[in-house]
Each structure stands twice: as C-alpha cells, then as structure tokens.
C-alpha cells in the first residue's frame, strides 16, 4: 500500500513511497537535547546548533493512508507525539534493530518523559528500563557488529499503530491533536505485535486502556 505523510506545513514531504519497499520512518532525523529545547532537524549529520532556527524545525508522520494526508481537517500530532516518534528511531538504533516496531514506539513515549501516556505508564509501574529489558527478552539481543540503517525502516505493524492512534483522535470526536495517548492506544491495538506483548507482560490490559483513553488534556494521571 502506497504510503503518505500527515504534514505538519512548512517542508514539502513526499506523498509516497514505493509499494515495494518498506515504510520508513518519514525522514532521517538528527535530535539534541537541551535544558530547555528539543531540536529535530531533517539534515543528517548534524549542524551547529547554533545554525538551528525554529522556522526550520518540522516533521511529519508517516501514514499508509494517502486519504488522511490529503484531508484538510486531519488532527496534526502534539510536539511530544513527535518527539516520540523521533526518539523511536533512536531507540531502535541504541538496541541495534533493523526495524523499528510498535516496542520502539513504546520505548520512544518513555524516553520522551514529559507526556500524559508516559505518566500513565510510569503510574502503573511501567518503565523505560522495563520495556528495554522485556524488549531485548522477547526480540533478542542483535549482533554485536550490527549497524543499523542510516534510515530505519517502520514496521507494517508500527504504521498500522500509527494510523489507529488518528482513528481513535477521530473516533473521540473531540477537537485538538493526536497524542501520545492515542499513540500508545494504537500500540494497544496491535495485540499479535512486541508492542503490546510487552505492555500486557508488564501488567498492562483492556481496563487500563479504556482509563487511559479517560485521561484529559490535563495531564490528570492516576494508577489503577
């Protein structure tokens, strides 16, 4: 299936990729990290940060539905959605996959930290330490030698993830953005993938899904 992008405006993405090649993580990303700013840039290597102007700064998600990236009134995703999204691909690349999967997604909404489904987790005893280390149990340790992609590939079941986190923002019928909570609902949803294997394992299940979709724009976050 031909794959789109949801577009957040300013730098024109491509509106396919080929349908015999994989889905890829929409662009190679370089990210740093600083007491007060999170930098995303679609250059590889990196250039001074200093070099670095806001204007410039945009991303998109990747979709394996062209009709959401074409329609006009399609929620665009939070910056923390992004951030975890970015910091997926970093994740998969630290445990030296191939690919990065819906446990990558996981592991990305973790690292990001500061966002609703990140606390929601850490409320209910999961954390990034765990989810690495369940991930490493069920995928395996890859070869030590191992170099992964310069551009990652997303797997079939993290697009589909992704997709599903827009379903469910649409479904809710509220307005606003495409969060880490739909993101990490989106996960959820994938029950045959690492992603969802990992978060049940770890005590994660339906009634805890169904408190999380509760969770408001507040930040409101209880363990259950």
């Known amino acids: 299936m031909a794959a789109g992008l949801l577009s957040i405006p300013q730098i024109p993405m491509p509106a396919s990729t080929p349908s015999n090649r994989p889905t890829r993580l929409s662009v190679s990303v370089s990210v740093s990290v600083l007491p007060n700013a999170f930098f995303i840039s679609p250059m590889r290597p990196p250039f001074p940060l200093s070099s670095l102007r806001s204007s410039a700064l945009v991303f998109a998600l990747p979709t394996a539905k062209p009709e959401m990236a074409a329609a ?22 630290r445990l030296k996959y191939p690919t990065a999967g819906t446990e990558a997604l996981l592991m990305g909404i973790l690292v990001e930290g500061t966002n609703d489904a990140s606390r929601f987790l850490h409320a209910n005893g999961i954390t990034l330490f765990k989810v690495r280390e369940e991930t490493v149990k069920l995928l395996g340790k890859s070869d030590l030698f191992f170099v992964s992609p310069e551009e990652i590939p997303l797997t079939e079941s993290a697009q589909r993830a992704l997709d599903k986190a827009i379903d469910e923002k649409l479904k809710s019928g509220e307005e606003g953005e495409t969060t880490t909570i739909h993101m990490l609902l989106g996960i959820w949803s994938e029950k045959e993938e690492p992603g969802y294997k990992i978060l049940a394992s770890l005590g994660f299940n339906d009634h805890k899904a169904s408190e999380l979709a509760k969770v408001d724009n507040s930040g409101s976050v209880t363990k259950t």
């Open 72 to 93: 006009e009134k399609m929620p665009k995703w939070s910056l923390s959605a992004i951030k975890s999204f970015a910091l997926a691909e970093v994740e998969a690349r």
